[in-house]
T-cell receptor, first 116, second 111 residues
């Protein structure tokens, strides 16, 4: 199994540009998570999908952030316009969840974003 | 709001020592507790998952305990090795499949 795949692995952009991060979850998993990791705030959940439907987006910091999951094998996290304070490592994770059962989340390698 | 605290923030030990990492959480209404390992520049790897009804889990040299009523968990690493050097993260799963992470303990095992 290839695990969770994220692209790009590194992204350097200028303030005001649009940034799109991509994630392919583990085949067969029905839950997908986007996290952000910074030195100041640690790991924070941004948004969580179950069966391709956004369940909880309370962690999305601003309207500049949006996430989609058009099918079970692909998700995007978009920042438009980007700002220097968005610089962080963005992780995607997936898991297999059923009613009343929440299993281990498997994390991708992350995308290191630097906004100049 | 759930808060997860990990102590110590950093730990440096000689190879071969047994060590304990501590995690505490403020709200005992959790589904499970997980310990992850993160290597520099890498993603997270799940080490152990303890369901809320369980008291402990073991995997090789790792043993994790959970006392839900007191809001505490410990990760015990036996006979530490330089390859154990990493950041160890504790996370509790709340209602709605949401993981809340601690800040982590940075472990260095010296050879």
């Amino acid at each position: 199994d290839a695990g969770v795949i994220q692209s790009p692995r590194h992204e350097v952009t200028e303030m005001g540009q649009e940034v799109t991060l991509r994630c392919k979850p583990i085949s067969g998993h029905n839950s997908l998570f986007w996290y952000r990791q910074t030195m100041m705030r640690g790991l924070e959940l941004l948004i969580y999908f179950n069966n391709n439907v956004p369940i909880d987006d309370s962690g999305m910091p601003e309207d500049r952030f949006s996430a989609k999951m058009p099918n079970a094998s692909f998700s995007t996290l978009k920042i438009q316009p980007s700002e220097p304070r968005d610089s962080a490592v963005y992780f995607c994770a997936s898991s297999l969840s059923s009613s009343g059962s929440f299993e281990t989340q498997y994390f991708g390698p992350g995308t290191r974003l630097l906004v100049l | 709001k759930q808060e997860v605290t990990q102590i110590p923030a950093a730990l440096s030990v000689p190879e071969g020592e047994n060590l304990v990492l501590n995690c505490s959480f403020t709200d005992s209404a959790i589904y499970n507790l997980q310990w992850f390992r993160q290597d520099p520049g890498k993603g997270l790897t799940s080490l152990l998952l303890i369901q809320s009804s369980q008291r402990e889990q073991t995997s090789g040299r790792l043993n994790a305990s959970l006392d839900k009523s007191s809001g505490r968990s410990t990760l015990y690493i036996a006979a530490s090795q330089p390859g154990d050097s990493a950041t160890y993260l504790c996370a509790v799963m709340e209602y709605g499949n949401k993981l809340v992470f601690g800040a982590g303990t940075i472990l260095r095992v010296k050879s």
